[in-house]
């Protein structure tokens, strides 16, 4: 007697019903179909495999597999109620999603040429000013330093257009110099207004 695992319950359930109907045939005179005795005695071939087997050659896992075969969205078949993927159906079927990922790559670097051209810009803007990481500080280290409020700062970066020099994740750094300019031609200006 063989072992079953979970994976092979349902092809075996699904070969225990086949066998119950061609002995039931048996019983009653009749003689099975051919095409039934065919289909029992047809095993899968070298070139189909179980999910597991086609998760690792596509390198996915089993459940975006699983997801994909809900969504009908890769090739595949049931065998025995069990899934079945053909080699060439995946390599046919992976070779059209990588020319659709190229499609989109190249949609999407029209749009990383715009960016590359403002990271030049920072790029000669660091270069024209000399400015040395040492010299760049984020808004919440500018309160700190010149005693201002964080919203007066950001209010000054965005009245005075100061650039982002320098951006890690979320931190923007800003040129110490140029926040200092500005908050002074701030203070000018407000020592300027009638009271």
């Not at 048996?26 to 070298?46: F, Y």
């Not at 140029?178 to 000018?188: I, N, P, R, T």
């Amino acid at each position: 007697m063989r072992k079953l695992t979970f994976d092979a319950l349902p092809g075996a359930v699904a070969e225990i019903l086949e066998r119950l109907d061609r002995v039931e045939q048996l019983l009653n005179g009749k003689t099975p179909s051919k095409a039934k005795i065919k289909k029992l005695e047809t095993k899968p071939t070298e070139e189909s495999m179980d999910i597991k087997e086609a998760a690792k050659i596509l390198s996915i896992s089993v459940a975006s597999m699983y997801s994909y075969v809900k969504n009908k969205r890769i090739p595949f078949e049931k065998q025995g109620g069990k899934l079945a993927f053909s080699r060439t159906a995946l390599e046919a079927w992976q070779q059209e999603k990588n020319k659709s990922k190229k499609n989109a790559d190249r949609k999407n670097t029209r749009k990383k040429g715009i960016s590359k051209k403002v990271i030049s810009k920072k790029n000669a803007y660091k270069k024209d000013n000399n400015i040395t990481t040492g010299e760049l500080i984020t808004p919440q280290e500018a309160e700190k330093i010149f005693n201002k409020p964080l919203p007066s700062i950001y209010y000054i970066i965005r009245t005075r257009k100061l650039q982002v020099v320098e951006k890690k994740g979320r931190a923007q750094y800003y040129s110490k110099d140029e926040l200092s300019k500005a908050l002074k031609v701030k203070k000018k200006e407000s020592d300027k207004r009638p009271s």
